[in-house]
Structure formats: C-alpha cells, structure tokens
C-alpha cells in the first residue's frame, strides 16, 4: 500500500500541532475548526461528541480538507483533503482520545480522559485522498 | 450597522495570526489554506492569483468558514462563516496586499508586492454571517 503520510510531511504531522479541520453542514454552510488530532497508520484520528453537530454532518457528508502548520513556521503546511468515517464506539473514542490527548498534555491526558463527562464520543477517522506539502518562506510568494 | 468583528475578537484578529480558508471546489471536495488577511470593516481581506482553484471556485461556491487561532494558545480561536465576494480587479488587489503583507512582514511590504509577478490578482473580501470564539484552555473539554 502506498501512505499518503510519509516522509517530511509525517515528520510534520507528528508536531503537537493542531488541525484545522474543514467540513460541509447540511444546507451547504462549511464548518471550520481547530483540533487535536494523530496519525495513526495512513488516517488522521480525531474525537468529537456524537451529538455535535460535526460528527452528524459528517455522517452524511463525508468529505472534509485538513490544514495544519507547523506550530514555529506557519508558512510550512500541509492540506490534506480526505473522506471521513464516524466511528461510533465511545470506548473506542475515549481510549484513542487518551492516545491523541498524550501528544499535547503528556502526563495528564490519563486524568483528562477519566474527568470527560459521560456524554457519548465519536472517534473520526480521515483517510486522506490527496495530500499537499505548502512549503512557504517567512515571505511567501503571494496565494 | 450591527459589527459581526468587535471587541475581543477583533483584539484576536489583529494579531499576525493566519487564517484557515475553507472553501468548497466544482465536485463537492472541500480545500482548507492557510491564507494572510486583513480586517477591514466588517470584512476579512485576503488575496489569491486570478487563476487559481481558490479565486476560480469561490466564484461559482462563495460559502467559506475562516478558522483563526492565537499565535501563542492555539486553544483560543475563531470561526467565521461566511460569503466572500471575489474583486477581480489587479490594482485594488495588490494596493490590498501591501497593507495585508504589512501585518505580517512589516516594512518590507512595499518591497515585497513591488517584486511580485505580473500575474493578475483578485482581492477576496469575506463578509461573516456568523462569528463564534472557542476560548479554550491547555486542557479543554473534549471536542
């Protein structure tokens, strides 16, 4: 199998980053949000209530388009356009959640977790369909 | 006129943050860059090549969603959806771009838009239909 996540761009990826992740809402409005993510094989893994809004539009419309830059040089990005699957196993959710928390609070993402209310999780996986490296200076050309 | 970017949200504008672009392309795949801007108004300005996919397909699908975080909490972020309108006029674009280049870059803005190619810009102009502020903290609530 050919990765998509591979390389420099994994390099970057692994950067406790966030992910602009990008979706389309029933009625055509786009949703734009910032998120804790991981890689795990060749998919983004990311957590969301099963009631938000976001898992449910993402059930009927799966396409989505991830940006995320590298947190000391936002010139240097990458654009992952992709399909998501709703994974809906709060269990699952809630132990992938630990993994992805570990990345950006260490030590605490064990509490973080155990203190999460009761609230049912979604684990969303992106498999990427096309992936773009935008490496930028700190004067870009222009667009 | 009721602002829809005031107060300590405008304070999160101002800063040299970047944004987040999502749009929709012809087919239904969503794109997600990260773009300079400007506030003007009540408007975000942000300026692309007149050929590009960006400029192109905003035309047809001037749905957008404008994700932008604090530099230094990235917990701390706006979402803006809005319609952007898509100013095919060169001149105005680049007299745009050295004010947007300025926040970033400073006094070598002039410079800058004076060495850009010859190749025609378009000034972007989005105009928010609803603005939300995510103020999370380092450990924030899931999802």
Redesign the interface.
């Known amino acids: 199998m050919t990765m998509m996540l591979a390389g420099a761009d994994l390099e970057l990826l692994q950067l406790p980053a966030?992910a602009?992740?990008?979706?389309?809402l029933p009625g055509?409005?786009?949703?734009?949000?910032?998120?804790w993510y991981r890689v795990d094989q060749d998919t983004l893994r990311m957590?969301?209530?099963a009631a938000?809004a976001?898992a449910r539009a993402l059930q009927r419309s799966p396409?989505?388009?991830?940006?995320i830059?590298d947190?000391d040089n936002?010139?240097d990005?990458l654009?992952i356009?992709g399909h998501a699957e709703v994974v809906a196993d709060d269990a699952a959710a809630r132990a992938e959640?630990r993994e992805i928390a570990g990345r950006y609070?260490g030590e605490?993402a064990g509490a973080?977790?155990a203190a999460?209310s009761d609230t049912p999780?979604v684990l969303i996986v992106v498999r990427p369909?096309r992936v773009r490296r935008?490496r930028g200076a700190?004067?870009p050309a222009?667009?």
Chains 1, 2 share one sequence.
């Open positions: 966030f602009a992740l990008a979706i389309q055509g409005a786009l949703q734009n949000t910032i998120m957590i969301a209530p938000s976001k396409q989505v388009a991830v940006a830059h947190p936002s010139y990005y654009e356009r959640l609070i605490r973080y977790v999460l999780r369909d935008h700190p004067v222009a667009g």
